[in-house]
């Protein structure tokens, strides 16, 4: 009787990775993100990261404990959210702003909605859209680089511009004025914290696929669509649109490598994936060429997030014997 096979519901293939895993190599694969910021913008990078990672900790664990359960700042999902929450805002911002974005993808987004893997939207994304709605002025005051923030965010014009490179586009910019494809790569260029070096984004990208942390799917679909309609659409005839510039400017690459991967927040499906990420690219592209606004991706990842569970109701397979899908 000893010998007998015992039987377990599945999973029956299992992992070593846990949460904690996961969130310290996403944490891993920012860090040449956030010594990009640093070295463009100054050591102020660190101050708002700090205080945007020490905040979402702090409220992790104070509302955790005003509900009654069990604790979970040891998962790092908390920083996880306050370093790709600060990643996302101006090197000027005001670090009380990003305490009260902090306070809102964590409360409001994240624990409200029941906690790790139970938001329907990702919280530092969704954070960010409710300050850029809340505080426009801050969150449109850009550094330029080589001037240090606490300079940029004291002095006057000649230190803070109101045009990012796709903002300098919007408004029609000669291309001797706009920024080379050098200087959007490598990041000398005016933008959030983590968005302006599309290099240091790429070399993280590099370790969550050979981690295998995240799948391709959604990045490239993402990239390829965006890539494809401002091509299509994005010049003065079609098929003339400078789509490497669209990829390499603004939040495109930390956005489809770091933001709309989040396990919570994408289809289940490789086929779900591939239809999120070609959504996301296609809303983006619509938003950048087609409305007032420059930038696309986080009201891509939002709108695409909340389309989730109807993507997997449509795509994931029916259980073997079973007349209908489950998940």
């Known amino acids: 009787m000893e010998d007998r096979m015992v039987v377990s519901s599945s999973p029956h293939i299992r992992d070593k990775a846990n949460t904690q895993r996961i969130m310290i190599d996403v944490v891993i694969a920012l860090l040449p993100a956030v010594f990009a910021g640093v070295y463009f913008f100054g050591a102020r990078v660190l101050l708002v990261v700090m205080v945007s990672i020490l905040s979402c900790v702090v409220s992790e664990f104070l509302s955790r404990r005003a509900m009654k359960r069990n604790n979970t700042i040891s998962d790092f999902s908390a920083v996880v959210t306050g370093l790709l929450l600060a990643l996302n805002l101006p090197p000027t911002i005001p670090l009380w702003v990003a305490a009260v974005g902090s306070v809102i993808a964590i409360v409001i987004i994240k624990q409200l909605f029941g906690g790790l893997g139970q938001n329907?939207?990702?919280?530092?994304?969704?954070?960010?859209?409710?300050?850029?709605?809340?505080?426009?002025?801050?969150?449109?005051?850009?550094?330029?680089?080589?001037?240090?923030?606490?300079?940029?965010?004291?002095?006057?014009?000649?230190a803070i511009s109101t045009?990012?490179?796709?903002?300098?586009?919007?408004?029609?910019?000669?291309?001797?004025?706009?920024?080379?494809?050098?200087?959007?790569?490598?990041?000398?260029?005016?933008?959030?914290?983590?968005?302006?070096?599309?290099?240091?984004?790429?070399?993280?990208?590099?370790?969550?696929?050979?981690?295998?942390?995240?799948?391709?799917?959604?990045?490239?679909?993402?990239?390829?669509?965006?890539?494809?309609f401002t091509?299509?659409?994005?010049?003065?005839?079609?098929?003339?649109?400078?789509?490497?510039?669209?990829?390499?400017?603004?939040g495109l690459l930390l956005g489809a490598i770091y933001m709309a991967t989040d396990y919570a927040t994408s289809p289940m499906t490789v086929k779900g994936r591939i239809i999120m990420g070609i959504g996301c690219g296609l809303l983006t592209g619509v938003i950048r060429l087609f409305t007032n606004y420059a930038e696309g991706v986080s009201f891509a990842i939002i709108l695409m997030n909340i389309m989730v569970p109807l993507i997997d109701r449509y795509t994931i397979p029916k259980s073997f014997g079973g007349e209908k899908a489950v998940a």
Do not use: Q
């Open 120 to 158: 329907f939207v990702n919280p530092a994304m969704g954070a960010r859209i409710i300050l850029m709605i809340s505080y426009p002025g801050f969150m449109t005051n850009w550094a330029k680089p080589g001037i240090d923030a606490v300079s940029a965010a004291t002095s006057g014009v000649d």
């Open 163 to 228: 045009a990012t490179p796709l903002g300098l586009l919007k408004e029609g910019a000669l291309t001797a004025d706009l920024p080379s494809y050098a200087d959007l790569f490598w990041g000398n260029v005016l933008g959030c914290i983590g968005e302006t070096s599309a290099a240091a984004l790429l070399i993280g990208a590099v370790y969550l696929f050979a981690r295998r942390i995240i799948s391709p799917e959604i990045p490239l679909a993402f990239i390829g669509t965006t890539a494809l």
């Open 231 to 250: 091509w299509i659409f994005g010049g003065t005839t079609p098929f003339t649109g400078d789509f490497l510039f669209h990829i390499l400017a603004g």
